[in-house]
């Protein structure tokens, strides 16, 4: 996932701040538009548009917001010609996060917070945040909690399919957030252009004390800009002098930046995604990656990928990348063989179904408005494919999981071709995981009360028919590792 950052082009984005008002003649001296590398070309998917980030929820779909306030989903294995979408009409879209392959929420430069379905966007509507100043950036840990950081060093909290009125709350006080990352419910880590850390609660952010970190006689505009938390206890932040910081969001003590990226021009890396605690990938304005282990950064090498401006990276895996420029192109490789082309199919695929993914059907979700919530979907893998291993399911804000071992083995049953199946159940960041003990080629699953609960607000929701649909993430895991995330839009009752 990218978060977007308040210093690129201005475009619409008349409150963003920018790091430069360098002439055209001198950016184009500074960063030569000629891509070495050769490897599959840039796709146009929104042409005449500047992409400012991207988000992938999983190797088959990523999802682009432009300067115009329009959202692009496409399959970066098979882009095809994906027609863009506005979801903010008049405003420039800064960031974007997608927890699953059916709920995406962006922000952009006049406060607001945008939440639509990325295959089927319309009817969405933006919603005030922060009407004092632009969202650089946001982050969503789950389908029901997504977290905004905005121009003057605040925080804003909100449920995505409703977002009410929250409050901002200052963490950073005086500072410019630039970044944001969140690798759980209740930790949320922000960079800012002083080269300031934060790491706070989003549910209770109190008053957090933020932390140096890359604070080394940087000017202003050159702190960090970008940050990628693969796991709570490490988090990878860039500047635009080509460093990269790597710190525990909990701890951050003394850090050093390293250089990654040497360049002449202050103005260097934009974005970093960590698909893994021993590997990120950032992109930077000469239209270069480069990949490095953030443990042990060493001096890895940047590699030329496109020739316009890269402003944003996410990294569905370990071995697939999709960056997005300042021309509307989306570019997918390899971050550990940039050379090597990503194999494209000749026509668009089903967005984020793979052919040997399992599928999921037969899905409901029943009793929430009077209070006995009932969960089931069936899901099978195809014929000769890797069998099921471990099923997580994340709930919508308003349903959560019964903590209790106990309650979960009384309400949650898992069975194949009507025979029970074993299995071991725990919540973990307040999304269910099952993991069988003997793989499966399909599972049936129902999770019942009280191994569910709703909250009364909810409830009162759709009994009165305020709410009728609700988004559950399901994700499956084979014995190959892979794994398959589904988002299942259902009718509640």
Do not use: W
Not at 26 to 41: F, G, I, K, M, Q
Not at 258 to 280: E, G, H, K, N, R
Not at 292 to 304: D, H, K, L, V
Request: aromatic share 4%; net charge positive.
């Amino acid at each position: 996932m990218t978060c977007g950052r308040s210093d690129r082009p201005r475009l619409r984005a008349h409150r963003v701040r920018f790091a430069s008002a360098l002439p055209l003649t001198l950016l184009l001296l500074v960063y030569p538009v000629v891509a070495r590398a050769a490897l599959s070309a840039p796709i146009p998917v929104d042409a005449g548009n500047a992409l400012l980030g991207v988000a992938c929820p999983g190797a088959g779909q990523c999802t682009a917001v432009d300067s115009d306030g329009r959202e692009v989903t496409f399959n970066p294995s098979a882009p095809g010609s994906p027609v863009p979408s506005s979801v903010d009409a008049g405003n420039s879209l800064l960031g974007v996060a997608c927890p699953g392959a059916g709920q995406c929420t962006a922000v952009d430069n006049d406060g607001r917070e945008v939440t639509f379905e990325p295959t089927a966007p319309a009817g969405a509507a933006p919603s005030d945040l922060d009407a004092s100043t632009s969202l650089p950036a946001v982050a969503c840990p789950s389908l029901g909690q997504c977290t905004a950081v905005d121009a003057a060093g605040q925080q804003i909290t909100f449920e995505p399919a409703a977002p009410g009125g929250p409050t901002p709350t200052t963490i950073d006080a005086g500072g410019e957030s630039s970044g944001l990352a969140c690798p759980s419910l209740s930790e949320c880590a922000a960079v800012d252009r002083g080269g300031l850390e934060t790491t706070f609660n989003p549910a209770a952010p109190g008053t957090p004390t933020p932390a140096a970190i890359d604070t080394n006689g940087l000017r202003a505009y050159q702190g960090p800009r970008g940050v990628a938390c693969p796991s709570v206890s490490q988090c990878t932040a860039v500047d635009n002098k080509g460093q990269e910081v790597t710190f525990n969001p909990a701890a951050p003590g003394a850090t050093t930046p390293i250089l990654i990226d040497p360049s002449s021009s202050p103005f260097v890396l934009s974005a970093v995604a960590c698909p893994s605690v021993s590997q990120c990938t950032a992109v930077d304005y000469a239209g270069r990656e480069v990949t490095f282990n953030p443990i042990a950064p060493g001096t890895p090498t940047p590699t030329p990928i496109d020739a316009r401006y890269l402003y944003g990276v996410s990294c569905a895996s370990i071995s697939q990348c999709t960056a997005v420029d300042n021309g509307g192109q989306e570019v997918t490789f390899n971050p550990t063989s940039p050379d090597t082309a990503v194999p494209r199919s000749s026509s668009p695929s089903v967005v984020g179904t793979g052919l040997n993914s399992p599928s999921l059907a037969h899905a409901s979700l029943t009793g929430i408005a009077k209070g006995r919530v009932s969960l089931s979907f069936t899901l099978t893998t195809r014929k000769h494919a890797p069998t099921l291993r471990t099923i997580t399911i994340t709930l919508p804000a308003g349903l959560a999981f019964s903590t209790s071992k106990k309650t979960l083995a009384q309400g949650v049953v898992v069975k194949q071709h009507a025979k029970n199946l074993k299995f071991a159940a725990k919540v973990s960041h307040g999304k269910l995981i099952i993991t069988l003990t003997q793989p499966a080629s399909s599972a049936q699953v129902t999770i019942s009360s009280p191994a569910i609960t709703v909250s009364s607000t909810i409830a009162n929701k759709v009994k009165s028919g305020k709410v009728k649909t609700l988004l559950v993430l399901v994700a499956s895991t084979t014995t190959r590792h892979a794994t398959t995330r589904t988002t299942a839009k259902l009718g509640v009752s």
